[in-house]
């Protein structure tokens, strides 16, 4: 499949910009997407923004007569989430924007998904509409009061066809459970409860209850000026319910039961790999903060991303990753100047493809890098619009560390740290995956002949 992204993958279906223009020109802080998600089937696909915005797109079906439109996503649905919120006990603002979206799994005609900010979670339910009654006895057809007097006979109201509507409306809140920000929420195996993870706490909800959850991990320390990591990401495993995963600010990885007791605070298995000391430095520490951890859709390996590589970690084997992937080396040598721009903090996400034979992560200058498990091949690859006409083929991109550069090489010391793909999604059984470029989206495919 790698033969995929450099020779035969990436043909660009679509791209889609929130601002109207180039995306030098009226982009907004707001307009910056900061998660992307596709749902079960992969039909539809959600991203979130700074603003507080859910944009929901779903995919066209085959047309005969436009066959090169395979494929194509389109907009659904556009709605507002959350809006930007003060406490006033803490005298702090709660931003808008949405930190993470997961779908849960399709039961009837309608679609839900869960959305949340720094504070709230929010259960959504996203439903059609193509029908409406007509003929009520006690209402005139403006919606007004009838003059009881009036009505001499007993009307059945019927439904009648009228243009196709799209209604996200608010099914649940939960709310007043976390002090410190939330940076994941994880639906559970058995569609009755999810988690929701900030730096110190994961609590666990179920879904019919909105005015309690039950805490599972709390790290904090009696002593706040004791406290030496925090939490950065956590996931359910994909198919036991009882089972899921935490990562560390300090690279370590921890697996709880909650069979075993009821406050998860001691772990199961621990995962860590022993620093080489070759290595140390001032940045070592930082840079070992784990961003990103995800299950594997089989449930066997653990995934995790910190800022130089990409680690897959086997369940029966704790001591060492038995997979490491380095994203961007040659960054090793810039880590001052990184940190002095903040941009070391910065927290990418990682994801699998469907059958977990290629793993993907973002990078800087709207880089993207693909690794292949079984043939050990990588690519990196860009999404800009300069490049990414539809229909065109993505050519493979190289870094030059030092030396003489050959042409089609691009210098570390040109790359824009200011265009970084941080949040990615890939299709659950096809070879389609959403890249979010600060305030575009783009959605690759692989060729199809």
Excluded at 159 to 184: C, G, K, W
Excluded at 308 to 332: A, C, G, S
Excluded at 394 to 411: A, H, T, W, Y
Aim: with cysteine; hydrophobic share 35%; proline share 4%.
């Amino acid at each position: 499949f790698l033969a995929g992204f450099e020779s035969l993958m990436q043909d660009v279906l679509w791209c889609f910009s929130q601002v109207k223009g180039t995306i030098d020109i009226g982009v907004t802080e707001a307009d910056i997407i900061s998660t992307v998600e596709f749902n079960h089937t992969g039909e539809l696909l959600a991203t979130g923004d700074k603003g507080g915005r859910v944009v929901i797109f779903q995919r066209e079906q085959e047309s005969k007569n436009q066959p090169h439109r395979r494929g194509e996503y389109n907009v659904y649905s556009t709605f507002q989430s959350h809006e930007p919120e003060f406490d006033y006990l803490k005298s702090l603002e709660i931003e808008e924007k949405i930190n993470k979206i997961r779908w849960l799994p399709q039961q009837n005609a309608a679609y839900f998904l869960l959305s949340t900010n720094d504070k709230t979670v929010k259960l959504w339910k996203v439903s059609e509409r193509d029908k409406r009654p007509e003929g009520y006895n006690l209402k005139d057809e403006d919606g007004r009061l009838r003059d009881p007097s009036m009505i001499t006979m007993l009307r059945v109201p019927v439904l009648r066809p009228m243009d196709l509507m799209v209604e996200a409306t608010p099914r649940r809140v939960f709310a007043n459970a976390h002090t410190y920000h939330i940076n994941s929420i994880s639906v559970n195996s058995d569609y009755e409860t999810y988690m929701s993870a900030d730096d110190l706490r994961i609590n666990l909800w179920n879904f019919e209850i909105t005015n309690q959850s039950f805490n599972i991990v709390d790290i904090k320390p009696a002593n706040m000026e004791e406290l030496t990591e925090v939490i950065t990401a956590a996931e359910f495993h994909p198919h036991h319910c009882n089972t899921f995963v935490y990562s560390s600010s300090k690279g370590t990885i921890r697996l709880c039961d909650m069979r075993t007791a009821a406050l998860c605070d001691r772990h199961a298995k621990f995962f860590e790999e022993p620093e080489d000391p070759s290595n140390r430095s001032f940045f070592s520490e930082i840079i070992s903060s784990i961003s990103d951890v995800k299950f594997s859709h089989s449930g066997r390996y653990i995934m995790t991303r910190d800022y130089l590589t990409v680690k897959v970690w086997d369940l029966n084997m704790e001591n060492r990753p038995i997979e490491t992937y380095q994203v961007h080396d040659y960054l090793r040598s810039k880590l001052c100047s990184l940190y002095e721009n903040d941009c070391i903090f910065d927290k990418f996400e990682c994801v699998w493809n469907g059958s977990d034979s290629v793993i993907m992560t973002g990078s800087y200058n709207n880089f993207f890098r693909m690794f292949d498990r079984n043939t050990k091949r990588d690519v990196t690859l860009e999404a800009s619009r300069e490049n990414s006409k539809p229909r065109a083929i993505l050519k493979p991109r190289k870094v030059c560390v030092g030396g003489k550069r050959r042409k089609d090489e691009i210098s570390v010391d040109s790359l824009d740290f200011s265009k970084k793909i941080l949040h990615t999604a890939w299709h659950p059984s096809e070879n389609i995956i959403a890249v979010a470029a600060t305030n575009n989206l783009y959605i690759f495919q692989d060729k199809v002949n």
